[in-house]
């Protein structure tokens, strides 16, 4: 039987709901996920694979109007990885139908060459009548290949809308192995994983000026590994909320973190938490290059 393999992008505002549909089709965690919007900053693959091919789901920063050079980074990385796809999907939310911001990514999406699914998010928040709604707006705008309603929480249509992408990718071979499930090497998803409880644990205190960086990774003996990572934020501060009173706040992002990073590596985890300040970070192409911001 002739296999098909191909890039599918997604593409949308921020905090529709793209991390949790690619951890959904992968069956785990490879991109973080939080309530605050522009939680993704890098491009992220999830690999799909079953016997009728393989897809390479890219995750992108959500498209927003940048105020810092790392968000000009994010804008940029989501517009290269749309252009580079085999399938765009366009990932709006039922909840908040067209809003500000849209009309610009559907001017974008004019200039892309590959199909394009409208891929209608969080139905489960609201009835029916309001998804057609949400349909209404979207599809008076731009002609798309696929129109597709799902709950990317509750799993609901994702599969459906993974058969009908295969439908449009070329036939090729698979590009990773079958048991791969991301290209990202684990000392970023570690780091991710960090700065996702860095963000759940502060909630509004600090907003996204933290940066994880993951400084030694080894094993040791008894099954398990050290891992030394630095919370860095950009203002004094910040740091204080991210310690907490007596290192409380730290201690709870490390022991949630660490749990993660356990289920991810499946070994004893020993995580070694600093925090450190880097003035002005987002705007300073050196501090950027150095996060992996290039």
């Not at 991109?31 to 992220?44: D, G, H, L």
């Amino acid at each position: 039987m002739e296999t098909k393999s191909g890039f599918a992008s997604i593409v949308g505002r921020p905090n529709v709901g793209k991390s949790t549909f690619l951890n959904t089709v992968i069956g785990q965690k490879v991109a973080i996920v939080s309530e605050k919007p522009q939680t993704t900053r890098n491009r992220i693959q999830g690999i799909y694979t079953c016997e009728q091919g393989q897809i390479i789901f890219i995750d992108t920063p959500g498209i927003h109007r940048p105020r810092h050079k790392l968000g000009e980074y994010m804008v940029r990385t989501a517009h290269a990885t749309a252009r580079e796809a085999d399938v765009v999907l366009y990932m709006v939310s039922a909840k908040d139908g067209m809003e500000k911001g849209d009309e610009e990514i559907i001017e974008f999406l004019t200039k892309t060459s590959a199909p394009v699914f409208l891929v209608v998010n969080k139905i489960d928040l609201v009835d029916q009548d309001e998804v057609s709604r949400c349909i209404g707006s979207f599809q008076s705008r731009f002609r798309f290949a696929e129109t597709w309603p799902i709950s990317a929480i509750m799993g609901t249509n994702v599969h459906a809308l993974i058969r009908k992408i295969l439908d449009y990718l070329p036939v090729g071979p698979y590009y990773y192995p079958p048991d791969q499930v991301t290209d990202q090497p684990e000392r970023f998803i570690v780091a991710e994983l960090i700065r996702e409880k860095a963000l759940y644990f502060t909630r509004e205190e600090v907003p996204h000026s933290l940066a994880v960086e993951v400084e030694e990774m080894k094993e040791r003996k008894g099954n398990t590994v050290y891992v030394r990572a630095v919370v860095f934020t950009e203002r004094d501060s910040q740091k204080a909320i991210v310690i907490g009173k007596s290192g409380s706040m730290l201690k709870k992002i490390g022991e949630a973190a660490r749990l993660d990073i356990e289920s991810l590596l499946g070994v004893n985890v020993y995580l070694d938490l600093w925090v450190k300040v880097r003035k002005g970070w987002r705007n300073a192409d050196a501090y950027l290059r150095g996060f992996g911001y290039k």
